[in-house]
């Protein structure tokens, strides 16, 4: 492989693959270890890529794989927290309106109570920007399901936001800041 296409790839896809690595763990070391060898994994197998639309999902899988690996090795069990990104994530969305730390931190508290697959999805499509043909492929899921799951992930998160008293509910099903 050239050494200038090898820096492309480095380029293009380490930090979307470290951004899901410490996305799932929660540590900045172990994130940087699994996206290395992810690219480097990557790079040595690009020819086992079927199809070259979808090289940032495989390396995010790669990616993925490599933290769990990692995990596995130290029997270590890391959290998952979702911080920073979501101001962006959310301000992105229709169906957010953001306009204080507290609201952000109340959105943070709400998508920590969803299960972890429902946490993955928001966590790609929201913060990885991804599309959803591609969240199935790499979590391996239809992607009606994965429409679903995101539906009632959004649910939830309102839920909670209302329940907490951070937004009212509303007949068109969107978020209002009180």
Same mark, same amino acid.
């Given at each position: 492989?050239?050494?200038?296409?090898?820096?492309?790839?480095?380029?293009?896809?380490?930090? *979307?693959?470290?951004?899901?690595?410490?996305?799932?763990?929660?540590?900045?070391?172990?994130?940087?270890?699994?996206?290395?060898?992810?690219?480097?994994?990557? !790079?040595?197998?690009?020819?086992?890529?079927?199809?070259?639309?979808?090289?940032?999902?495989? !390396?995010?899988?790669?990616?993925?794989?490599?933290?769990?690996?990692?995990?596995?090795?130290?029997?270590?069990?890391?959290?998952?927290?979702?911080?920073?990104?979501?101001?962006?994530?959310?301000?992105?969305?229709?169906?957010?309106?953001?306009?204080?730390?507290?609201?952000?931190?109340?959105?943070?508290?709400?998508?920590?109570?969803?299960? *972890?697959?429902?946490?993955?999805?928001?966590?790609?499509?929201?913060?990885?920007?991804?599309?959803?043909?591609?969240?199935?492929?790499?979590?391996?899921?239809?992607?009606?399901?994965?429409?679903?799951?995101?539906?009632?992930?959004?649910?939830?998160?309102?839920?909670?936001?209302?329940?907490?008293?951070?937004?009212?509910?509303?007949?068109?099903?969107?978020?209002?800041?009180?």
């Amino acid at each position: 492989m050239n050494k200038e296409f090898s820096k492309l790839i480095f380029e293009l896809y380490y930090e *979307p693959a470290f951004q899901a690595a410490y996305f799932y763990c929660g540590d900045a070391a172990i994130s940087e270890e699994a996206a290395q060898e992810a690219i480097y994994k990557a !790079i040595q197998n690009i020819d086992q890529l079927r199809d070259p639309e979808k090289i940032e999902a495989w !390396i995010k899988k790669i990616t993925i794989n490599n933290v769990n690996s990692i995990l596995n090795k130290y029997k270590k069990v890391v959290s998952i927290e979702l911080i920073g990104p979501i101001v962006d994530s959310i301000e992105k969305s229709p169906e957010y309106v953001v306009s204080s730390k507290d609201t952000i931190s109340a959105v943070n508290k709400a998508i920590d109570t969803l299960d *972890p697959v429902m946490k993955q999805i928001i966590h790609l499509y929201y913060y990885q920007e991804m599309k959803v043909k591609d969240i199935s492929i790499l979590i391996q899921k239809p992607e009606g399901t994965v429409k679903t799951l995101l539906y009632r992930a959004r649910i939830l998160i309102k839920n909670h936001l209302v329940k907490e008293g951070y937004v009212i509910g509303t007949s068109e099903g969107g978020l209002k800041v009180e």
